[in-house]
């Protein structure tokens, strides 16, 4: 059951901070923390998706900033969040329902980010939700991949 906790923690985390996901499943596999080696774990791959999540987390301020909830941006989150419920479901869970799960997760955290965001980014207070959102979602990665189970890799750990 934590295996898909975990799956579905990813997942929400796609939907407050898609990036943010990414680079946590991408620190995940440094650490051997994700199953098989779909998920790149190299110094360039995680220095790339970490830079890619501070890059979003900023932009997300922008008045352009797209709404999460439109097609494209939605269905990203959805295939990231399936991406990371397979890789973090445990050794011995159904990596499909894994998937799943992370789908859940990032259907759940669209919808509760955005409420919980509002619509109005352009002020301070939205601006200062934004933040919040910011902060919830890296804490939550980070508790998610410190959960994840070890799984047995190709890859040695990078420390």
Known sequence: MQAYVTSFGVG???????????AALSWAASDGRTRGELIPNGTGARTLATAAALAEMAGDKMPF?????ISPSFAFRLAIGAIG?????GRHA???IGALSGVAGAVVGTIIGRS???????????RAKGLVEDAVAA???TLVVASAEHHHSA????R
Request: proline fraction near 10%.
């Open 116 to 126: 919980a965001r509002g619509s109005d980014s352009q002020t301070n207070s939205g």
């Open 155 to 158: 890859f040695p750990p990078v």
């Open 139 to 141: 804490g939550l990665a």
């Open 94 to 96: 159904s990596p499909e």
């Open 12 to 22: 929400f985390v796609t939907g407050m901070r898609s990036m943010t996901a990414c």
């Open 85 to 89: 419920g397979w890789a973090l479901a």
């Open 65 to 69: 900033a797209p709404d999460r909830r």
